[in-house]
């Protein structure tokens, strides 16, 4: 099987426990008014792979990888190729081989054949990591464009089977850097009971060239990142600190 894909990273080091062979795929329906990627959003505007050749290419990195790592998939958002992602990950896991998946969760759902695929790719997946776009669901479409509602059920889902997570949030000024937001954030985050880590990601601009090579105008253009302040109190808040699992 094929699937559409943007590039490879041999040597990824923030991408999951230890180090790991990333591959990003294209393909995703989030319009997030901080995506550093939008030459990602045409799933077709990738190179198509085969499952095979992927596997190949990860495990001649393997020797780097030490005793945690191993493939992480990103994007794009890596499940709107979930019957790629689904064969990968099986013939992974034939090689003895850690598997990682970076999603926002936008397609998610509990019905039909998708939900049956997404509960076998859970069975080959050892860990994901998932953003909390927004916790308000009114701050969240206008921040994406989406409801954020099945995304949540997917987080529910996950603390279901235990299968664990690394959450990640992107700290926006006049966004989601509000203290009131951050604080319903981490109430939500005290629901759960498989996360092993919580990551505070600082808003920068440095993908505004890409808009403008693709003629795409990127509306925050004049916004700062956040002050190193406001990111300590981001991580205070979300107590990041109290999540230490998968230290690399």
Same mark, same amino acid.
């Given at each position: ?12 080091s ?6 790991r ?7 995703? !329906?989030? !319009? ?11 799933m ?10 992927l ?34 990950f099986q ?29 076998s ?28 509602k ?17 959450? !990640?949030?992107?700290l ?51 916004t ?10 981001? !991580?205070?808040?979300?107590?990041c600190?109290?999540y230490?699992?998968?230290k690399?």
């Amino acid at each position: 099987m094929k699937g559409y894909i943007h590039q490879l990273e041999s040597f990824g080091s923030v991408d999951g426990p230890g180090v790991r062979f990333i591959i990003f795929t294209t393909g995703c !329906r989030l !319009r997030c008014k901080y995506c550093h990627n939008p030459d990602t959003w045409n799933m077709k505007a990738g190179k198509l792979m085969e499952t095979d050749e992927l596997i190949q290419e990860a495990l001649s990195c393997k020797s780097y990888w030490g005793k945690k790592g191993g493939i992480t998939v990103s994007g794009g958002e890596p499940l709107c190729q979930l019957d790629f992602l689904l064969e990968l990950f099986q013939k992974a896991k034939e090689q003895g081989i850690n598997t990682c998946i970076d999603t926002a969760g936008e397609p998610f759902t509990r019905e039909g054949e998708w939900f049956a695929k997404f509960q076998s790719l859970m069975e080959v997946t050892d860990t994901l990591l998932v953003d909390i776009k927004h916790i308000d669901e009114e701050e969240h479409i206008k921040l994406t464009g989406h409801s954020g509602k099945n995304i949540m059920d997917m987080f529910a889902y996950l603390d279901e089977i235990n299968k664990p997570i690394w959450i !990640r949030h992107v700290l926006v000024p006049g966004i989601t850097d509000n203290d009131e937001y951050l604080t319903r954030t981490r109430d939500f985050i005290r629901t759960l009971h498989n996360v092993q880590r919580v990551e505070i990601l600082p808003y920068h601009g440095l993908g505004a060239v890409k808009y403008k090579d693709l003629g795409l105008n990127y509306v925050l253009k004049d916004t700062e990142s956040p002050t190193q302040e406001r990111v300590e109190n981001a !991580r205070k808040i979300l107590e990041c600190d109290k999540y230490t699992g998968w230290k690399n």
